[in-house]
Nanobody, 125 residues
């Protein structure tokens, strides 16, 4: 199973980025996809998740109303649109899958079975 996050970059506060997570070697349409982030010196924290069908989403309080999720199961890809970015959003962003969870819900980092390589998001003030 391989996941690969991409789409990060440097953006000014108030700007937007769209992250992608491409999966291979997994029944992608069976599992929710979660997004986490990890800032320097901090623990990896849950950001959001989207259900296996894409019909429901769940967001952490810090990004609610600013980030949206979507997925294209025909392309084994999930997306996170990040708007109104703030310097506090600066982190390495990861996508992950728990092979037992199809629903959009909060996940702990420890519960994730498969991780993608992260992508750096830097928001300047």
């Amino acid at each position: 199973v391989q996941l690969q996050a991409s789409g990060g970059g440097l953006v000014q506060a108030g700007g937007s980025l769209r992250l992608s997570c491409v999966a291979s070697g997994v029944m992608f349409n069976r599992y929710a996809v979660a997004w986490f982030r990890q800032a320097p010196g901090k623990e990896r924290e849950f950001v959001s998740s989207i259900s296996s069908s894409g019909g429901s989403t769940y967001f952490g309080n810090s990004v609610k109303g600013r980030f949206t999720l979507s997925r294209d199961n025909t392309k084994n890809t999930a997306f996170m649109q990040m708007n109104s970015l703030e310097p506090e959003d600066t982190a390495v962003y990861y996508c992950g899958v728990n092979a037992a969870i199809p629903t959009a819900q909060y996940m702990t980092a420890r519960s994730v079975h498969y991780w993608g390589k992260g992508t750096q998001v830097t928001v300047s003030s």
